[in-house]
């Protein structure tokens, strides 16, 4: 029992990460209809500018609680503002040119874009990975038993804990500013008829790229939290990421927010559970597998809406 309570708090922290992710991929396609195959790369991104902005304000190391708070703080403007003019960027360089073009020419282009911030990263930072001392240490003991390998003690760690908080948080935010803002009615009016939304007023261009930034600063948040919690980065951990990111995006159902966030859940639960019980070498497959599986009976997802052609 205390294993499982274990692996399943390690599953909900994983999977909030993911969702954190996964909600860039489902705001980007629910009003263009275009996959953002870059945004893991941009979540790559914000970690390493998280990582360079924590070294540079020295954090680690710090023993005072409000300087390791306020610095942190300071780390996460940082590495949304900077991941926001990436996310701008790269709508506004190379989506928004191809935008009236074949649908293919925009997904060629979101690949072509995910090798070069590769790249970038790759040659500016190096290709080893990047090591982090533990800003935030400690937890709280849950419980304690015994097993046939020794004593096993279920622990939440402080860590594990603003994740869990900080994704709630941002899933009702987001939620609210999507159901209830004049950005969001924006938004929507965007994703049910784009023409329609600008004759009738709703500066299209400026409503897309503001999802795009919306979704950086989301990834940025993600990944400063990766930073901290796994405190070990590399230029690949966009690509893995933003595989299984897109893929709680569609097993939740791509364009639906509650979606993304439930497939993330998902997606960290079942590679940790097949990870603590099975082998960890076919923890993707698995995921991978219940993917194949719920789109063979549900197409649009767990909570997705089928999408109706307009004529």
Same mark, same amino acid.
């Given at each position: 029992?205390?294993?499982?309570?274990?692996?399943?708090?390690?599953?909900?922290?994983?999977?909030?990460?993911?969702?954190?992710?996964?909600?860039?991929?489902?705001?980007?396609?629910?009003?263009?209809?275009?996959?953002?195959?870059?945004?893991? @790369?941009?979540?790559?991104?914000?970690?390493?500018?998280?990582?360079?902005?924590?070294?540079?304000?020295?954090?680690?190391?710090?023993?005072?609680?409000?300087?390791?708070?306020?610095?942190?703080?300071?780390?996460?403007?940082?590495? #949304?503002?900077?991941?926001?003019?990436?996310?701008?960027?790269?709508?506004?360089?190379?989506?928004?040119?191809?935008?009236?073009?074949?649908?293919?020419?925009?997904?060629?282009?979101?690949?072509?874009?995910?090798?070069?911030?590769?790249?970038?990263?790759?040659?500016?930072?190096?290709?080893?990975?990047?090591?982090?001392?533990?800003?935030?240490?400690?937890?709280?003991?849950?419980?304690?038993?015994?097993?046939?390998?020794?004593?096993?003690?279920?622990?939440?760690?402080?860590?594990? #804990?603003?994740?869990?908080?900080?994704?709630?948080?941002?899933? /009702?935010?987001?939620?609210?500013?999507?159901?209830?803002?004049?950005?969001?009615?924006?938004?929507?009016?965007?994703?049910?008829?784009?023409?329609?939304?600008?004759?009738?007023?709703?500066?299209?261009?400026?409503?897309?790229?503001?999802?795009?930034?919306?979704?950086?600063?989301?990834?940025?948040?993600?990944?400063?939290?990766?930073?901290?919690?796994?405190?070990?980065? @590399?230029?690949?951990?966009?690509?893995?990421?933003?595989?299984?990111?897109?893929?709680?995006?569609?097993?939740?159902?791509?364009?639906?927010?509650?979606?993304? #966030?439930?497939?993330?859940?998902?997606?960290?639960?079942?590679?940790?559970?097949?990870?603590?019980?099975?082998?960890?070498?076919?923890?993707?497959?698995?995921?991978?597998?219940?993917?194949?599986?719920?789109?063979?009976?549900?197409?649009?997802?767990?909570?997705?809406?089928?999408?109706?052609?307009? /004529?």
């Amino acid at each position: 029992m205390e294993y499982f309570v274990q692996q399943l708090i390690n599953g909900i922290t994983l999977g909030s990460i993911y969702g954190l992710i996964a909600i860039g991929y489902t705001m980007v396609y629910g009003i263009i209809g275009m996959i953002n195959f870059a945004h893991g @790369d941009i979540f790559m991104i914000s970690a390493f500018i998280a990582l360079i902005t924590i070294l540079a304000i020295g954090v680690t190391g710090a023993s005072s609680i409000a300087f390791i708070l306020l610095a942190l703080l300071i780390v996460l403007v940082i590495a #949304m503002t900077f991941t926001a003019a990436w996310g701008w960027t790269v709508e506004r360089l190379a989506y928004r040119p191809l935008r009236g073009s074949f649908r293919l020419a925009p997904l060629i282009t979101a690949i072509g874009m995910s090798i070069v911030l590769q790249n970038f990263v790759q040659i500016s930072q190096g290709a080893r990975v990047k090591p982090l001392q533990p800003v935030i240490s400690g937890g709280v003991t849950l419980m304690r038993g015994q097993t046939e390998n020794g004593p096993i003690v279920v622990q939440l760690s402080y860590m594990q #804990m603003i994740i869990i908080i900080t994704t709630i948080v941002l899933m /009702v935010a987001f939620s609210l500013l999507i159901a209830r803002t004049p950005l969001g009615r924006a938004q929507r009016a965007c994703e049910q008829d784009a023409k329609m939304a600008s004759l009738l007023g709703v500066n299209v261009d400026r409503t897309i790229s503001l999802t795009f930034v919306m979704g950086a600063a989301l990834a940025a948040v993600a990944g400063l939290l990766f930073v901290l919690f796994y405190g070990v980065i @590399d230029f690949y951990i966009g690509f893995v990421a933003g595989i299984k990111a897109f893929t709680a995006a569609v097993l939740g159902g791509i364009g639906s927010l509650p979606g993304a #966030m439930l497939g993330g859940l998902l997606i960290g639960l079942i590679e940790t559970f097949w990870s603590g019980y099975f082998t960890v070498e076919y923890k993707d497959v698995a995921a991978f597998s219940v993917l194949v599986i719920v789109l063979i009976f549900l197409p649009s997802g767990l909570l997705g809406r089928p999408e109706v052609e307009k /004529v």
